[in-house]
Each structure stands twice: as structure tokens, then as C-alpha cells.
């Protein structure tokens, strides 16, 4: 909520306890739930922007009432402008609602008055405070019913204003008769900043919401009705409360007059009285004449058809979903809509206007862009080179990480499983060790902390001889538990084969002179001479084929290359080489 929206929320619901108290036994909250839930409001300004689980929104002023606010909200690129009740002309003491400088992809606005177009500000403020003097020169009442909120303040503003440019009629009393309303007033003298620059080059010489010709009622006890006077009171459309009693008690007197002066819905006695019958029910049931004039002038603080036109032209928002209105007034807006923008090649707009509880489904088709972070991203990578790490999404954001750098840019952890397998097995080590090196040609012997004999194979898996069993022990993996797989079936080989401890050969290694030679050769006739090194370093010799590189390792045996296709035909080629030139022992 913005901070004048906390501080009317407040005063509103604790309202709204007092009203259930009278008239309703099953209450939806009480007083204590109201002052629970200040403490879980989050207060926020105009533009600022927040960030929720990825969510991004921020605020613009709306113009309605103080401290309204239209949120723009971005869901993984996507923009929402959703504008709540707003107003787009500026009245006597609220900006008008800002255009945003972001263009959104989607518009939800409200429909409420459809394609009418409200009269200027200057003229129905003149009509107004005509109607309402010659209702009091006439030796009339008037009665104004509003809300509490909002337009109270502005009319207040006009009638103290009006009063005090005529003298004639200073002795004829004003009163706003919500003891909400004046709770409000408090509010609306506090937060003068969030109100439009008239008002706060006026609050440096006198207070605009301390009015000189205004009194407030605090209740109907408190009222001497013996003449002419102008009363505001709530509720707006008179379906009960203290708007409702004084109609009852004027509307038989033609020297009465009752001003409408915002928004009626359908049902409600304030718009059943526009269309002038002779006769109403009041809320006992019983009929009486309706002899006092009624006029309806709108000051509601809702945008017309032009500002809702113009609103939209500025934004060109590509989707626009109308709510908060009447179907038919909804209805003729689309219409004018599509017909205002149908011959626009520039623009085209897209408009919904769905019943209450209908889904409106939109799709949006935009690039996925994948930052590269961390260890990954330490040093610039050349141009075609593949970047491979684990891709992480994380609120509508993407990040390519290594393993070693998941726990910094996310909350998850890395872990090792480290795998253990007992097999029973009563031959000797050197029989396991003659067979494991058959396997992966080259084993390496371990000497245990506490004396006991193991043998790592294929650089993964650990052997590791106890007496009447072999224990098995790697790091989980695919690659590493198919290694595994592999050693336990030697293993269960080993274990049943009825060769005599005293008689296994000694493993054969392939002298690496001798694989080296063999290898050039094997190589030369399969891609050419040129394509081979001039020096070989260390152990590694690579292989050039189409300006692709292959390094073979001469110890490992293994191969790597960029190129799948090639670094599959080279592995193949070396490994066979390797298991055709081992020496075999008979």
C-alpha cells in the first residue's frame, strides 16, 4: 500500500466493525484483526521499485483518491499496467494520473463510465454551486450524499470556497455529517505532499482542509433542522445510514433539493430517484411523494471515454482487458475502441472484456537469455567455444554455473555419494589383480593405512582385498557406476576361476615405445601424415583432421576433441590398437 492508503485503511474498516455491530451478528473481523494486520502492511512510494519471488512492480499515481496508485508488474519480461480506479483531470486537490514512461504489453483498465464524456471541470462546478444556492435561497435543504473518501474532500473544497466569495448566504450552514469523513480529514492534512501543486503552495499560507464555513455533524441528535442548510452525508447512494434518513424526512418538500454527485449503481435509491418518480419507499416500507428537485452532476473520479482514449494512445499497449464496469457500458467501449484504432496500420490492439470470474489467457513468445556467472564466466571465451555448466532458472532469471558454484548463486548444495559394495571372494590378489588388468590394462597398487592391500582400477573404483571379501568403494556417477559394474564382474570371474594361486601369470603391460610406434603408423594411414604432430610432450600426442584438434593421452589412453564424431572414431581406433598389441600369456 502507499502510506495515505495505510492510514485510510484504517479508519475504513474500523467503519465498517462499528457498522456490522448495529446491523449484522456475523462480523468477517473485528476490531483486534484490523490492528493485526497494520503490522503486516508493506508501505511503499511512487516509482519505487519492488522485487517479490522475481516479480518486479512499481507504483504511479492513479489520481482517484489519496493515495491511489496504478501498478506496472513484470513477470519474466512481461509488463502489466494495472490501473485500478484512475482519473486523468486534475481536480481542486489530486494530480491527475501520471502516463508511464514504460509501455506495457498488457493494459487492465476500468470501463466504469464507458464511452461518456464528463462535462469540464469549470462548468459542472459552476452548475453545482448554482444548484445548490438557489436550493438555500429558495429556503430549501439541500442534501448531497457522498462517500466518505474522495469526493467529500473535493465538494468541501467548492463549497467553502463558493461561500466565502458570497456573503449573502454566510448565515446558511454547511455540514458534512460522516464522522468517518472527518477521521479522513485528518489524513488529508497530513499527507498534503502526495496532493497537486495548488493545493501545496496553499497549505504555506493557511491550511485548505480547515474550513471556515463548514461544520461537521457528528450525529442526526446534534441537528437543529429549522431552515435552510446544505448537508453532506454518507453513504453515496442512500441505500441506508444517515443519507437515507434525511432524504426520507426532505424529499416531500419542493423547496428540497438532493444533488447526485458521483457514480449510482443499478438498485440503489440514488439512481432510481435520477429517473424522477413520483413516489419512493422508504426503508420501513411505506411510499411517500417525491416533490423535491433531484439533479446529477458527476464528480466521480473516474475517467471518461477521451481520457481513457487518449490514455491508451499514449501507452499503445498491444492487449487491453476492461474491468470494473457494466456489461453493456464495458461493451460499447470495446466497440469504440476497436472502431477508434481499426485503420491505425501502426497499431494494433487486442481488447478483452471478460465477466466477472472469466480467465483471459495471453501468450507471449520472447527470447531466453542465459547469463553466464561464476567460474565460468572468469575468463572470455573464444569465439564457436561450447561453455558447458548446469543451468539454473531462478525467478524468470537464467544463469549458467559450474557444479563447483552452485551453492554461491543458488540455495541448493553440492554433494558426493560415495558408493560401497561387499562381495565375498576367497582367491588371492594376485589373481584379482591378473584379471582387473585384463579389464583396464592398467591397475595401480595401494597400500591401505592399516596395512591392507587395494588396487585402483580405471582411476575410479577402489578394491580393496579383506580377508573372504572384496569391498568395492567410488564416487557415484553414470560413468563411475558403469567402471563399478564392470570390476564386480571380474570379481565374481575371479572368484570361481580353478586356477591355481601358485600358477597366475604376472599381468602384462604393452611397452609404450612400442604402442607409440604402432599408433603413428595406425594414425598416418588413417589421416595422412600432415596430420600428426612433429612433437609428441610427455604423453599427449594430438591429431589435426579438417582444422579439428584430437589430443590422445598415451598413458590414460583417452581422447578428447570438441568434434563428438571424431573424438568417437579416434577412442575407438586407440583402444583397439591397445587390446591388439597386448602381449597374452598361455
Excluded at 442534501?143 to 469526493?151: K, N, S
Excluded at 596430420?531 to 583432421?545: C, E, N, R, Y
Excluded at 589430443?551 to 590398437?577: F, G, M, P
Aim: with cysteine; hydrophobic share 40%.
Amino acid at each position: 500500500m502507499t502510506h495515505a492508503t495505510k492510514a485510510i485503511y484504517r479508519w475504513l474498516l474500523s467503519d465498517y466493525v462499528k457498522v456490522s455491530n448495529i446491523s449484522s451478528e456475523n462480523m468477517l473481523y473485528t476490531e483486534k484483526d484490523i490492528e493485526s494486520s497494520m503490522n503486516k502492511i508493506e508501505t511503499v512510494n511512487f516509482h519505487q521499485e519492488m522485487n517479490v519471488g522475481g516479480v518486479k512492480f512499481w507504483c504511479y499515481t492513479a489520481g482517484h483518491v489519496l493515495g491511489a496508485a496504478m501498478f506496472m508488474i513484470e513477470i519474466a519480461g512481461v509488463k502489466i499496467l494495472y490501473t485500478g480506479d484512475f482519473s486523468r483531470q486534475e481536480d481542486r486537490h489530486l494530480m491527475a494520473a501520471e502516463i508511464p514512461n514504460v509501455h506495457p504489453d498488457v493494459l487492465i483498465t476500468e470501463s466504469t463510465y464507458g464511452t461518456h464524456i464528463h462535462e469540464k471541470r469549470e462548468d459542472r462546478e459552476s452548475r453545482f454551486t448554482g444548484l445548490v444556492h438557489d436550493i438555500v435561497t429558495r429556503g430549501g435543504r439541500c442534501l448531497i450524499p457522498v462517500f466518505a473518501l474522495g469526493r467529500a474532500q473535493e465538494l468541501l473544497l467548492i463549497l467553502d470556497e463558493y461561500w466565502s466569495n458570497h456573503p449573502e448566504i454566510h448565515d446558511i450552514p454547511i455540514y458534512y455529517a460522516s464522522a468517518l469523513a472527518k477521521k479522513c480529514m485528518s489524513v488529508y492534512q497530513t499527507y498534503i505532499s502526495a496532493m497537486n501543486e495548488k493545493i501545496r503552495r496553499q497549505i504555506s499560507i493557511s491550511n485548505p482542509f480547515v474550513f471556515k464555513h463548514i461544520s461537521n455533524l457528528k450525529s442526526i441528535d446534534h441537528f437543529e433542522d429549522i431552515g435552510p442548510s446544505v448537508v453532506m452525508a454518507s453513504p453515496g447512494m442512500m441505500q441506508s445510514g444517515l443519507s437515507r434518513e434525511l432524504f426520507e424526512s426532505w424529499c416531500t418538500d419542493k423547496r428540497n433539493g438532493t444533488i447526485i454527485a458521483g457514480y449510482c449503481v443499478e438498485g440503489t435509491l440514488a439512481k432510481t430517484i435520477l429517473s424522477e418518480p413520483e413516489e419512493i419507499v422508504t426503508m420501513g416500507g411505506n411510499k411517500l411523494p417525491l416533490k423535491c428537485s433531484v439533479d446529477y452532476i458527476s464528480f466521480s473520479a473516474h475517467t471518461d471515454y477521451q481520457q481513457t482514449s487518449e490514455f491508451i494512445r499514449a501507452l499503445k499497449p498491444p492487449h487491453i482487458v476492461l474491468v470494473h464496469g457494466e456489461q453493456n457500458e464495458m461493451g460499447r467501449l470495446k466497440a469504440a475502441l476497436i472502431r477508434e484504432y481499426e485503420d491505425d496500420p501502426e497499431y494494433n490492439i487486442d481488447v478483452y472484456n471478460p465477466r466477472n470470474t472469466q480467465t483471459v489467457e495471453l501468450h507471449f513468445r520472447g527470447e531466453k537469455m542465459a547469463k553466464v556467472v561464476g567460474e565460468l564466466a572468469s575468463t572470455k571465451p573464444d569465439e564457436g567455444k561450447k561453455i558447458s555448466g548446469i543451468l539454473v532458472k531462478r525467478n524468470f532469471n537464467y544463469h549458467i554455473v559450474a557444479p563447483s558454484d552452485l551453492q554461491n548463486y543458488t540455495e541448493l548444495a553440492m554433494s558426493t555419494v560415495t558408493q560401497r559394495q561387499s562381495i565375498a571372494y576367497s582367491g588371492s590378489l594376485p589373481m584379482l589383480h591378473y584379471y582387473l588388468t585384463q579389464l583396464s590394462g592398467d591397475v595401480e597398487e595401494l597400500e591401505m593405512g592399516d596395512k591392507r592391500k587395494a588396487l585402483k582400477v580405471f582411476k575410479t573404483v577402489t578394491v580393496i582385498v579383506e580377508p573372504k571379501m572384496v569391498v568395492l568403494e567410488w564416487t557415484a556417477s553414470p560413468v563411475n557406476d558403469m567402471y563399478a559394474d564392470a570390476v564386480l564382474t571380474v570379481v565374481l570371474r575371479a572368484e570361481v576361476d580353478p586356477m591355481p594361486q601358485k600358477v597366475v601369470p604376472t599381468p602384462v603391460k604393452v611397452d609404450k615405445a612400442h604402442f607409440k610406434e604402432c599408433l603413428l603408423e595406425m594414425l598416418s594411414d588413417m589421416f595422412g601424415t600432415a596430420s600428426l604432430s612433429k612433437l609428441i610432450k610427455g604423453d599427449k600426442m594430438t591429431v589435426t583432421v579438417d582444422k579439428k584438434v584430437a589430443t590422445i593421452s598415451l598413458d590414460t589412453l583417452d581422447v578428447k576433441c570438441e568434434d563428438d564424431s571424431l573424438q568417437q572414431i579416434i577412442q575407438t581406433a586407440v583402444t583397439k590398437l591397445h587390446q591388439s598389441i597386448t602381449p597374452v600369456r598361455i
